[in-house]
Structure formats: structure tokens, C-alpha cells
């Protein structure tokens, strides 16, 4: 049973340009939230996808947009990319967007923005 | 919305102690606190979690507190072993519309077993 997958693993972008991070959930799992993990800080919550609508937001700015589709999997954009957006972009699966089920976490995406 | 605080950020200790992290939440209403452990490079996995209805819970070497009044709640490893040198993080889940579908993480303990 593959868990969460990721792509791309790594990239480098410049200031201003456009990015988009892509998600595959666990098996079983129909609900997709996204973390930003700065170096060295906890993840902090984006948005959670479910029933491809945007279900909760996190305090990120327009910029961070997302997509889930009808096979659960789900895309992250970042638009007018900052310096401050470097960071590991998590992605977690559960089962359900409430509750208190269990999230399942991809390897990550690691940016870079030169 | 929620605040999760976490102490100490680093810790070290001589394999085969003990340690102990604690955390404190702001949000009362908050029912689920899981913990997690990262590894350099890796993805944070579940390694205990605890629901708002228990005060402790222990699976094998790792056990986890809860104080609900005073509203924080603490990791314990047992007779530590290199292996478990990582940062851990502890999270809360809150119930209002505003905070129910997320978590909120703490800032993470740096912990690194001696042998």
C-alpha cells in the first residue's frame, strides 16, 4: 500500500514565478491538506481539500491556491513566489475532513525560491 | 485561534534515560492531540496520540499525558535509545468551525540520545 506521495521532490524557482506541487493520498483516503514546514518550525496548516472543494483555509495569503480531483489526488499553486515562500511543503491525507483521524504525511516537497 | 507552545526545543539525554517534552494549547475546546516524530529529511510520523476523554496513554516505551484544566500535555520516552534522536512535534485539534479540519503544531524538540 503506497502512503502519501509527492512531486516534484525538490525544485528551485526564482522571485515572481509560478509553482505547482502535486499530492496522491494515501489508499482509502479522500481528504488532502497542505502544511508549509519553514527550516527548523513546525508545519503550519495551508488548506484541506474535500469533495474537491477548499474546506478550510489556513492564514496564507491569495497567492496559495489548490485543486483536488475526482480520484482524491490534489495540486498546490503558489503564484508571485517570495523569498519567505522556501519551505517543505507537506502534504497529509485522512480519511474524512473531520474527526480525529489519523493524518498520513507525504515525504514532502522541498522549494526553493532564489 | 489555537496556539500550541512546546518545551524545551532541544533536548539531550544519555541513552537509556529518560525524557520528557510539554507542550500547553490555548484553545479549551480542543479534543485531539497527537505526536509526531521527524526524522532529518523525512516525513513526520505518528508516534502516539490522545483524545480529549483519556488523561494518559502508553504504548510500549512512549507514553503521553494530558491535563485538560490546565490544558497542556507531555511526551515521555522511556529508556531512550539512539534511534529515537529526532525532532518531535506535538499538534492540537480544535472543534470550532474555524479550527476543526487542521492541526496546529508546536515548534518542534530537537532530541539527541548519547550512547
Known amino acids: ?114 | 485561534g489555537e496556539n500550541v507552545e512546546q518545551h524545551p526545543s532541544t533536548l539531550s539525554v544519555q541513552e537509556g534515560d529518560s525524557a520528557v517534552i510539554k507542550c500547553t494549547y490555548s484553545d479549551s475546546a480542543s479534543n485531539y492531540f497527537p505526536w509526531y516524530k521527524q526524522e532529518l529529511g523525512k516525513r513526520p510520523q505518528l508516534i502516539i496520540d490522545i483524545r480529549s476523554n483519556v488523561g494518559e496513554k502508553k504504548d510500549q516505551r512512549i507514553a503521553v499525558t494530558l491535563n485538560k484544566t490546565a490544558k497542556h500535555f507531555s511526551l515521555h520516552i522511556t529508556e531512550t535509545q539512539p534511534e529515537d534522536s529526532a525532532v518531535y512535534f506535538c499538534a492540537a485539534k480544535g472543534v470550532t468551525p474555524g479550527s476543526a479540519r487542521q492541526l496546529t503544531f508546536g515548534s518542534g524538540t530537537q532530541l539527541t540520545v548519547l550512547p
Open chain 1, 1 to 114: 500500500d503506497a502512503g502519501v506521495t509527492q512531486s516534484p521532490t525538490h525544485l528551485i524557482k526564482t522571485r515572481g514565478q509560478q509553482v505547482t506541487l502535486r499530492c496522491s493520498p494515501k489508499s482509502g483516503h479522500d481528504t488532502v491538506s497542505w502544511y508549509q514546514q519553514a527550516l527548523g518550525q513546525g508545519p503550519q496548516f495551508i488548506f484541506q481539500y474535500y469533495e474537491e472543494e477548499e474546506r478550510q483555509r489556513g492564514n496564507f495569503p491569495d497567492r496559495f491556491s489548490g485543486h483536488q480531483f475526482p480520484n482524491y489526488s490534489s495540486e498546490l499553486n503558489v503564484n508571485a513566489l517570495l523569498l519567505g515562500d522556501s519551505a517543505l511543503y507537506l502534504c497529509a491525507s485522512s480519511r474524512g475532513p473531520g474527526g480525529t483521524g489519523e493524518l498520513f504525511f507525504g515525504e514532502g516537497s522541498r522549494l526553493t525560491v532564489l
